[in-house]
């Protein structure tokens, strides 16, 4: 798998959790920086990198993803414009 695919898949994902809500972070964050100006590009590329923070944690620790701790990553996440 290359890298484009994996970036795709997670952009993907993104698009997905915002579309369904689920988790309900992902729309509010998602909101949140639209809100404070950020483009759309710019607020799912945050997005997408607390999403790869949290796979590579599980990844390397061989533990099921955490969704509250993937929740804290986004509320982290501050608006490039603001």
Known sequence: MNDKTVRDAVLETILGQIDTGEPPAARATYDRLI???ASNSQALQLMAAALRLEM???L???TPFDNQRYTEH???IKSPEG
């Open 60 to 62: 390397n620790e061989s």
């Open 35 to 37: 809100d404070a100006g």
């Open 56 to 58: 590579s944690r599980m």
């Open 74 to 76: 986004l509320a982290k």
